[in-house]
Each structure stands twice: as structure tokens, then as C-alpha cells.
Nanobody, 123 residues
Framework: VQLQAFGGGLVQAGGSLRLSCEAS????????LGWFRQAPGKVREFVAS????????SYSDSVKGRFIFSRDLAKNTAYLQMNSLKPEDTAVYYC?????????????????WGQGTQVTVSS
């Protein structure tokens, strides 16, 4: 599975961004997906995950109610809609795939990773 993440950028606090994760190499519905982020000087942390067919999602407490994770099976692409962004959301965001069907939260199970995309939220 090859993953490409893009859509990051600079946005003011309170604004929105949509990240995309484009996948190839295997049937798109054969794995769950996750977004993780890493801020400077901090460990990488879980953000959100989605099941293989997109029917179930899981979110970290810090983004619940603000971020929406979805996937378009026809386009082999997943999206992370980020609303009401805060400066503490600033990080490099990574898309990853886990071979289990259900949404996962522990990064140890994610075996495929895309390159990161930078999100910067100014105050």
C-alpha cells in the first residue's frame, strides 16, 4: 500500500483545512486508515481513524467535534476535514494504513505510512 498525504498549509485560528490521503497498491477497502500528527519536540499522537468501508470512525478527544474523517472508495482517497483549527493543531500530519478492518488508535498496528504534510495554525 502506498499512501500520499497532501493538503496542509498555513491557516488562521478558527479556520479550516482539508487533508487528503491518496492510496494505491491494494483494494482500498481492504484496510483501515488513520491520521497521526507530530508537533515539534513532541511524540507522534493519534488524531483519527476510519474503518475499511468508512462506516466507523474514532477520534482523539482533542479533535472530536472539530475534525471529520471520511473515505471515498471510488476515488481511493480519504479526507480529514479540520474545522475550528487551533494553534495547538500545528504539526506534521501523517496518513497510515492498518490491515485490520476496524478503526485503530495505536500506531503500532499501522504498517503503511505516507509522507507527512505540514499544518500550521497561526493565532
Amino acid at each position: 500500500v502506498q499512501l500520499q498525504a497532501f493538503g496542509g498549509g498555513l491557516v488562521q485560528a478558527g479556520g479550516s483545512l482539508r487533508l487528503s490521503c491518496e492510496a494505491s497498491g491494494r483494494a482500498f477497502s481492504s484496510y483501515s486508515l488513520g491520521w497521526f500528527r507530530q508537533a515539534p519536540g513532541k511524540v507522534r499522537e493519534f488524531v483519527a481513524s476510519i474503518s475499511d468501508y468508512g462506516r466507523r470512525t474514532s477520534y482523539s478527544d482533542s479533535v472530536k467535534g472539530r475534525f471529520i474523517f471520511s473515505r471515498d472508495l471510488a476515488k481511493n482517497t480519504a479526507y480529514l476535514q479540520m474545522n475550528s483549527l487551533k494553534p495547538e493543531d500545528t504539526a506534521v500530519y501523517y496518513c497510515a494504513a492498518d490491515e485490520r478492518a476496524r478503526p485503530q488508535r495505536n500506531e503500532n498496528g499501522f504498517v503503511y505510512w505516507g509522507q507527512g504534510t505540514q499544518v500550521t495554525v497561526s493565532s
